[in-house]
């Protein structure tokens, strides 16, 4: 069921009102626990969802201080297959920036609000 839901909030979150939403139920947390989950594809998909959702200061703001960049750097150390995805997630929350394939408006790689 996990998985499931993950894999619909994946596609979910290339909207940024949809981004907006799971930030303000405490989605954020929810995923960022995820990133703990012993199945290696929770993990992956959790890590996926955050990468979305790190175009979002505030979403930026909660990982910082939470627990979730170091969860973030542990799975890159544990599993191989999701480093390339989990740098990119940690050089998106250090410059604030966004990927190239980003649906929001950007400005020289940072998103336009």
Known sequence: MQIGALKILRELCTSKRVCVTLKQF???????DLLQYT?????????EVISQLSRL????????????????VSITTTSSSSAPLITNVQSNLAKGRIADS???PTVNGFVRY
Do not use: E, N
Not at 26 to 32: A, E, F, N, V
Not at 57 to 72: E, Y
């Open 26 to 32: 405490g989605g954020i947390m929810s995923l960022i």
């Open 102 to 104: 980003s649906p929001f």
């Open 39 to 47: 199945d290696k594809l929770v993990q992956g998909i959790a890590a």
């Open 57 to 72: 200061s505030a979403v930026r703001r909660t990982l910082r201080v939470s627990q979730g960049i170091k969860r973030l």
